[in-house]
Structures are given as C-alpha cells and as structure tokens.
C-alpha cells in the first residue's frame, strides 16, 4: 500500500496562494489515482479536485474550478490554490485509488491516506 505524505500547508491571506505537496511512498502518478480532500472543524469531508491515472483526467469541485490546479508526476501531486479565500480554511488531504474511480469524488473510494496538512486563510 502507497504511503502519502501532505506538505506546503500554512497560514495565507485572502487573495493568496499555497502550493500542496504529496510525496508518495512509489511511483504514483503511472499506478493509481489521486485525490485532494479537505474537511473543516464540524464539517464532514469533501472533494476538492482528483487526477486520474497517468493524467489522463483531471476533476475540479465547482468550489474550487478556476482557482485550483492539480498536478503530478512520479511519485509527487500538487494542488496550486490561488485566490484563496477563508472558506478554504480546512484540512488538506491527498489520497490513492488503486482502483482509478470510476467516482473520484467518493473518498470511500480511496485505498491510502496522507496525514493531511492544515490551510488557513485569513479575511
């Protein structure tokens, strides 16, 4: 089971940008799906954006598509966030499917977790 690792979280205005990065364990991007997840305090978690195997497609949230890029290669995905905004604020996750959908959005879905990483944007 591929092992994943978030970094890039922090503490960012309203208007600014963060990149995410999630190392994996393997070669990632060639085996397997992968997804963002965020959950903010008292709220369950939800879907950001999923690249499919070998990038073949890519899937946005409506909350995000504009602002939001994801990106992979090997064993490393990112998610560029721009114009950020407070209702950002949560806790980021990456996450594999070995299976490589057919929902990206489900995180049931997903086989491998990261230990998430904390994105707070200040108004």
């Known amino acids: 089971q591929v092992q994943l690792v978030e970094s890039g979280g922090g503490l960012v205005q309203a208007g600014g940008s963060l990149r995410l990065s999630c190392a994996a364990s393997?070669?990632?991007?060639?085996?397997?799906?992968v997804g963002w997840f965020r959950q903010a305090p008292g709220k369950e978690r939800q879907f950001v954006s999923a690249i499919a195997r070998n990038g073949r497609s890519i899937y946005y949230s409506d909350s995000v598509k504009g602002r939001f890029t994801i990106t992979g290669a090997e064993n490393m995905v990112y998610l560029q966030m721009n114009s950020l905004k407070p209702e950002d604020t949560a806790v980021y996750y990456c996450a594999a499917d070995r299976q490589d959908g057919p929902d990206y959005s489900r995180s049931a879905g997903y086989d491998s977790w990261g230990q998430g990483t904390q994105v707070t944007v200040s108004s």
């Open positions: 393997g070669q990632i991007i060639s085996n397997y799906a």
